[in-house]
T-cell receptor, first 113, second 114 residues
Framework: AQSVTQPDIHITVSEGASLELRCNYS??????LFWYVQSPGQGLQLLLKYFSGDTLVQGIKGFEAEFKRSQSSFNLRKPSVHWSDAAEYFCAVGARNTDKLIFGTGTRLQVFP | DTAVSQTPKYLVTQMGNDKSIKCEQNLGHDTMYWYKQDSKKFLKIMFS???????INETVPNRFSPKSPDKAHLNLHINSLELGDSAVYFCASSQNTGARDTQYFGPGTRLTVL
């Protein structure tokens, strides 16, 4: 069965600094991979997704993520963080033979001015 | 226009009561979901429906009963509420079934059982 690990529960960065949020998955084949963001009191919004092809995917709000098969990772990056990026970030995995998304436990991002 | 809406946003109730949460999507999607997010932010799927037909039914107590009167609505009824049911419940929708389809989430309903 597939699983997702987000090793960092909480990350704090200064505004303008670069950001990398880690995501590792377990699945026998190439899964569908997603990053969602949850702002306080809000539902989840899709940032980006990877199905196949180019391993570097661009998303909304200046985010990108890179799929690395050898490391079973799909890390989220942003070159310069804005205060409005403070939120909870979830990585999710979808298996190609199921209808389910499996979510990681999330990484809470705090941004200091 | 809100794509996926849920009512109520907050729900506080006593143990043993029965309550319902409503969800509506105006995206024209065929598939709808219910997720539960616990106090540690862990998000887990409970149910999914495609064209009013139950597709996914995770190991959820049978006190939870989803009802889909039409493709645009998926309501969640909970009988005999327990303390452990306290959580945020999210409704979501996608165009089709399949993990490939992007899911669009509602704002959530925070349920507190006293």
């Amino acid at each position: 069965a597939q699983s997702v690990t987000q090793p960092d529960i909480h990350i704090t960065v200064s505004e303008g600094a670069s950001l990398e949020l880690r995501c590792n998955y377990s699945y026998g084949a190439t899964p569908y991979l997603f990053w969602y963001v949850q702002s306080p009191g809000q539902g989840l919004q899709l940032l980006l997704k990877y199905f196949s092809g180019d391993t570097l995917v661009q998303g909304i709000k200046g985010f990108e993520a890179e799929f690395k098969r050898s490391q079973s990772s799909f890390n989220l990056r942003k070159p310069s963080v804005h205060w409005s990026d403070a939120a909870e970030y979830f990585c999710a995995v979808g298996a190609r033979n199921t209808d389910k998304l499996i979510f990681g436990t999330g990484t809470r991002l705090q941004v200091f001015p | 226009d809100t794509a996926v809406s849920q009512t109520p946003k907050y729900l506080v109730t006593q143990m043993g009561n029965d309550k319902s949460i409503k969800c509506e999507q105006n995206l024209g999607h065929d598939t709808m979901y219910w997720y539960k997010q616990d106090s540690k932010k862990f998000l887990k799927i409970m149910f999914s429906y495609n064209n009013k037909e139950l597709i996914i039914n995770e190991t959820v107590p049978n006190r939870f009963s989803p009802k889909s009167p039409d493709k645009a609505h998926l309501n969640l009824h909970i009988n005999s509420l327990e303390l452990g049911d306290s959580a945020v419940y999210f409704c979501a929708s996608s165009q089709n079934t399949g993990a490939r389809d992007t899911q669009y989430f509602g704002p959530g309903t925070r349920l507190t059982v006293l």
